[in-house]
């Protein structure tokens, strides 16, 4: 039941934050933009309103997997941890089992997740680019170098091998873990807080405030590896700035300064909220109807 409720709160999720994810992937990786709003009005007017959407049918295709192994992950760690310490599955989990079965649930992720993640972040980041040679007519625009998710990947394959399919996944661990030991402590933690005496869980309104928190103070602990993991992924668009993960961290802060490693960090959590709201919104309904067809 949990990876079904997963896989459908997730897809509901990123149908709801994708724009926002572009924006945020554009201002981490590029020094241009000098704001949201900045960002915002030059995709637009240099990409209209698709240049948001970029790269989202593999997200779409995928996260439903992702999302499903991910709650289902975590649900199956939280039960054996209960059964090993407690002899007992239904028994109310400490915070530590929880933390520890959130972070269960990011290593997983970063498995199935990287590949795509490097996908993504290459077709929101490539821009196309008016042609400057003497044989191409006067305003025809050049091929895309990827032109779509699966021909992205079979670039990134065939020009990287298959390392350049797991770029920046040191980064993406670090950041899943921590987030969603966050993700899935504080969702517990608010929806403890907002039951009322003598039920088990929240209203509607509990759940939609809960999974909105819960997806902000993910995203509070998650945006410093977010920005190194999108700035290794997008290395391989020109030239190769960055060694590897220390590197990545030292040129970035050196250049930058501490706060680049925060870039994004507004916008994330204005995403987060409304993103995981419906996430699991979505989530407990599919449980609720799942159980009460059950019965």
């Known amino acids: 039941m949990d990876f079904v409720a997963g896989a459908i ?8 934050g994708y724009p926002l994810d572009t924006v945020k992937v554009r201002i981490q990786t590029e020094k241009k933009y000098t704001s949201i709003w900045h960002c915002v009005r030059e ?9 948001f959407y970029r790269g989202l049918s593999l997200p779409v295709c995928t996260v439903s997997l992702v999302s499903s192994i991910s709650f289902g992950t975590y649900r199956h760690c939280l039960s054996q941890i209960c059964k090993l310490k407690y002899g007992n599955v239904d028994v109310k989990p400490s915070k530590i089992d929880i933390t520890l079965s ?6 997983v992720r970063v498995i199935l997740t990287s590949p795509t993640e490097v996908a993504k972040i290459r077709l929101q980041t490539q821009k196309q680019r008016p042609s400057i040679t003497s ?14 998710p699966l021909h992205c990947l079979r670039t990134v394959a065939k020009e990287e091998g298959l390392g350049g399919l797991y770029k920046g996944s040191l980064a993406l661990m670090f950041r899943d873990c921590n987030s969603f030991a966050t993700y899935f402590l504080s969702y517990s933690i608010i929806c403890e807080w907002l039951t009322p005496a003598g039920q088990s869980k929240p209203d509607i309104l509990g759940v939609l405030f809960s999974g909105g928190c819960a997806g902000v103070l993910a995203w509070a602990v998650a945006t410093p590896m977010d920005v190194i993991k999108s700035r290794l992924q997008v290395d391989g668009l020109g030239q190769q700035r960055y ?7 030292t040129q970035s802060v050196k250049e930058e300064g501490v706060r680049v490693l925060f ?14 709201m419906v996430v699991f919104v979505s989530y407990e309904a599919v449980l609720k109807l799942t159980r009460s067809l059950m019965t």
């Open 9 to 16: 709160g997730g897809v509901c999720g990123v149908a709801v």
């Open 43 to 51: 995709l637009y007017k240099a990409e209209k309103l698709s240049g």
């Open 102 to 107: 959130g972070c269960a649930s990011g290593i």
């Open 135 to 148: 044989s191409s007519p006067s305003g025809l625009l050049p091929p895309l170098k990827y032109q779509g």
């Open 243 to 249: 060694r590897g993960f220390i590197h990545c961290i």
């Open 263 to 276: 870039k994004g960090l507004a916008l994330n959590c204005c995403r987060a909220f409304p993103v995981n």
